[in-house]
């Protein structure tokens, strides 16, 4: 029964310290240094890109800035998001880049 009552602790701690869930994480978030917004006129476009990981072992994908603009056919970048996607322990995540623009 201790033995138990440890692991439920553990992956209590464990699930806190991320400040994420611990079987499921959907956020956006702003890229820090990019999200600065001027005006919300002129963002008609939408770019993303995306790259998945697969049981911490196999990562694939593009999810660069550039990558993003080619996507959505942008020339010129007013703000920029980040959309993570965690499922179990990061067992399967998806990062995406998302550009708005025109």
Not at 2 to 24: D, E, K, Q, T
Request: contains cysteine.
């Amino acid at each position: 029964m201790n033995r138990i009552r440890y692991i439920f602790i553990v992956l209590f701690i464990a699930a806190l310290i991320p400040a994420c869930g611990l079987v499921y994480t959907n956020i956006k978030t702003p890229a820090p240094t990019l999200a600065i917004q001027t005006n919300a006129e002129g963002q008609d476009k939408i770019g993303k890109a995306s790259c998945t990981s697969y049981l911490w072992i196999v990562g694939i994908g593009d999810c660069s800035v550039t990558e993003a603009m080619k996507n959505g056919e942008i020339k010129k970048v007013h703000h920029i998001d980040t959309e993570i996607k965690s499922i179990f322990f990061g067992i399967y995540e998806r990062y995406t880049t998302v550009i708005y623009g025109e």
